[in-house]
């Protein structure tokens, strides 16, 4: 069984940067794709950033439109963990950000989620 360990929230002032950590257990993706995503109170969970791989596959990365020039998604493979590096950060970057990953690196459903980690982003 997969289990994703998110790291990394906090309280930060706006402008300022949060790293967030998703560790992976229980499975090493040689491919797949990992994401993230987040959930502010009163609104549905949204997309933020994906990475994904595969054998002669050259990585691909993505982001939502809001967090492009600010979010950088990466991984790091012998530690099958996922980084989500947020600068210039916005109160309206406050949510609870979840990661994911897919066993599959074509589009598609996520296969696994992790708890949550909170960001908090005041003004």
């Known amino acids: 069984q997969v289990q994703l360990v998110e790291s990394g929230g906090g309280l930060v002032q706006a402008g300022g940067s949060l790293r967030l950590s998703c560790a992976a257990s229980?499975?090493?993706?040689?491919?797949?794709?990992m994401g993230w995503f987040r959930q502010a109170p009163g609104k549905e969970r949204e997309f933020v950033a994906t990475?994904?791989?595969?054998?002669?596959?050259?990585?691909?990365?993505d982001y939502r439109d809001s967090v492009k020039a600010r979010f950088t998604i990466s991984r790091d493979n012998a530690k099958n963990t996922v980084y989500l590096q947020m600068n210039s950060l916005k109160p309206e970057d406050t949510a609870v950000y979840y990661c994911?990953?897919?066993?599959?690196?074509?589009?598609?459903?996520?296969?696994?989620w992790g708890q949550g980690t909170q960001v908090t982003v005041s003004s």
């Open positions: 994911a990953a897919r066993i599959s690196w074509a589009p598609g459903p996520y296969d696994y």
């Open positions: 229980g499975r090493t993706f040689s491919s797949g794709a």
């Open positions: 990475i994904s791989w595969g054998s002669g596959i050259t990585s691909y990365v």
